[in-house]
């Protein structure tokens, strides 16, 4: 029961603490509008070149919408409390590091699903695409499981923060990545192969997928492996956070590597 | 649990290894602390003093479980401070000074109410203890404000509440009174004294001495990694026995003029500390010796102001064990 309560209010707390983005003005013009902005471009640009239809940049977008708020969510969950000074406050406590950090990812995969609908429901409406009501729950679920794998990656990111001060860096640069290949704006055929197999362990790759089958009105039963891929990638990462973290914390102790920056 | 002291280091050191450059790297090692031994007992309120870089700050961090000693042996409360971390840090309070360390976006509450459950304050305990605390630091009312809006005597305030949350054995308080005004850092030692009145350990770092003498049962001066003294306020004080002082007020003293007092006959020490404009001069010298004629002979063409003789206090002590290490 403390556990719970150290994940779900302690990651709320957590995310009003540390993430930057909370103001209206913040929140609307870089987690709303630019998310959209982007669809269309990439929307117009596939119409111009004749790459796909609306629907695959709709839906991939709206996918990929989720990633600033999970990537740079999850790399701001560590990285600001640096910022703060805090970060030797909260290693100074008893409690699990694993459910500290796994909960911090909670909201951030809430605000990403929130941003992913949001993103859907405009670029729809905007393009006029039409989604089976049907298939609007398995939707919700695609657009779910790859918020949380994000966050798990941004979490995996900002783990790294406490070994490496540029940290930032690295998640501008993972978001590039995500956008390239994951294939939520180019078709993962046209890729070379070894960016294929990257994508395979990237998040958001299996629920874009997903999602474009619920999109087509495939059903649930046809888009279950690629949820549950995503699902088992955002396993993944929560699992490779959870050792960077402690790999990290045990070494900052050793080589007082968070002392010397 | 069984141990009499509250904290027990054997031979502690810590070296700090650092690497610059990436083609041609070049490492250096820098010996923080070279091997202290202390005991402090429970309910004891313990002063830890020396100049900056002495190695304070990478004591108390190797005590409260952020760093692991290169070498030698800690416990809290009988816990080993590198295999029973957890137990430790279920014992400790740790409060620096300074701006940082909070919560800026979150309010006073919300801060106290996330720590609470980073350090396992039982959900239906929180609140009475949060209450009680901000009641004890004098934040009752303003509670609801973001902290970024606090003043520096406030967050340090803050900063104590947080280190109370968890009821700690043992409270680290490094610098606490750094930047705070004169009638705020009064109302931090009375929650002191208070503190370890009602049986909280308390280890003090602080740069103030008036604190230390009237705070701390037992003081250790550390300097260069080594503790250079160790006793009660009127022991310390003892190391300044035989001296008098004279304080001359100065303004723009050439160094030529400084090392000229140190070398005069029967000064023992000679201490400057800027004051703006102003530059306080620490004349210590054998007692049976009047020296204030020569000092001023030194200073001549200097620009004077106030000048006074008096008896050492624990400040002069502390000046002439550091400078003897």
Redesign the interface.
């Known amino acids: 029961m403390?556990t719970l309560?150290?994940i779900t209010?302690?990651g709320a707390?957590?995310y009003?603490?540390?993430f930057n983005w909370?103001s209206p003005t913040m929140y609307a013009g870089t987690l709303l509008a630019g998310p959209t902005f982007q669809l269309l471009f990439f929307a117009y640009l596939g119409r111009q070149l004749r790459v796909a239809d609306d629907g695959f940049f709709i839906v991939g977008n709206a996918v990929l919408a989720a990633s600033s708020a999970c990537v740079f969510g999850g790399t701001m969950a560590v990285a600001n409390e640096r910022r703060?000074?805090?970060l030797?406050?909260?290693?100074?406590?008893?409690?699990s590091r694993t459910a500290?950090f796994w909960g911090r990812v909670l909201p951030y995969a809430g605000n990403g699903l929130l941003i992913a609908a949001f993103t859907l429901t405009a670029g729809s409406l905007l393009l006029g695409l039409r989604i089976p009501l049907a298939a609007l729950p398995g939707l919700g679920l695609a657009l779910a499981a790859g918020s949380l794998a994000c966050g798990f990656f941004g979490l995996t990111l900002g783990a790294l923060g406490l070994r490496f001060r540029d940290v930032w860096v690295v998640s501008n640069v993972a978001v590039a990545v995500l956008l390239l290949l994951t294939g939520v704006n180019v078709p993962r055929g046209e890729l070379p192969q070894w960016m294929i197999g990257v994508g395979h362990v990237l998040p958001i790759t299996h629920a874009a997928e997903a999602a474009r089958l619920l999109a087509a009105g495939r059903g649930l039963g046809a888009a279950a492996p690629a949820l549950l891929a995503e699902l088992l990638v955002g396993a993944g990462y929560a699992i490779v956070a959870a050792a960077l973290l402690k790999t990290f914390e045990a070494e900052s102790?050793?080589?007082?590597s968070?002392?010397?920056l | 649990m069984g141990s009499e002291y509250a904290i027990e280091a054997e031979g502690l050191r810590r070296t700090y290894r650092t690497r610059t450059g990436w083609l041609k790297p070049r490492r250096s090692e820098v010996e923080a602390v070279r091997g202290i031994d202390l005991t402090v007992r429970r309910g004891e309120l313990f002063g830890l003093l020396g100049p900056n870089g002495a190695g304070k700050t990478t004591t108390i961090k190797m005590l409260n479980t952020l760093l692991i000693p290169t070498a030698g042996t800690a416990r809290i409360c009988g816990f080993d401070v590198v295999t029973r971390t957890r137990e430790v840090r279920r014992r400790i309070g740790y409060v620096f000074g300074g701006d940082r360390g909070l919560y800026d976006r979150l309010s006073g509450l919300d801060n106290l109410r996330y720590f609470a459950e980073l350090y396992g304050v039982p959900p239906h305990q929180q609140k009475s203890a949060i209450a009680e605390l901000l009641d004890l630091v004098g934040l009752t009312g303003r509670e609801h404000e973001r902290v970024e809006g606090y003043s520096r005597g406030m967050r340090q305030r803050l900063h104590i509440a947080r280190g109370l949350l968890h009821d700690p054995d043992v409270l680290f308080l490094d610098e606490p009174s750094i930047g705070v005004d004169p009638v705020a850092a009064r109302e931090l030692r009375r929650t002191v004294g208070n503190l370890a009145a009602n049986g909280t350990t308390v280890l003090l770092t602080t740069h103030y001495m008036a604190e230390a003498d009237e705070l701390c049962d037992r003081i250790a001066v550390i300097a260069d990694g080594r503790l250079q003294a160790l006793g009660t306020p009127a022991e310390l004080r003892s190391h300044a026995d035989g001296r008098r002082v004279v304080e001359v007020e100065a303004y723009g003293v050439p160094d030529s003029a400084i090392a000229a007092l140190r070398g005069l006959p029967g000064v023992r020490e000679t201490a400057v500390e800027e004051r703006g404009t102003l530059q306080l001069l620490t004349v210590q010298s054998d007692a049976h010796l009047d020296v204030q004629g020569d000092v001023l002979r030194e200073l001549a063409g200097v620009r004077l102001g106030r000048v006074a003789s008096r008896e050492p206090t624990l400040e002069d002590a502390y000046v002439a064990i550091v400078n003897a290490a």
């Open positions: 403390s309560r150290l209010t302690g707390l957590a009003r603490a540390l909370t703060y000074g805090t030797g406050h909260v290693l100074l406590s008893p409690r500290i102790r050793r080589r007082a968070l002392e010397t």
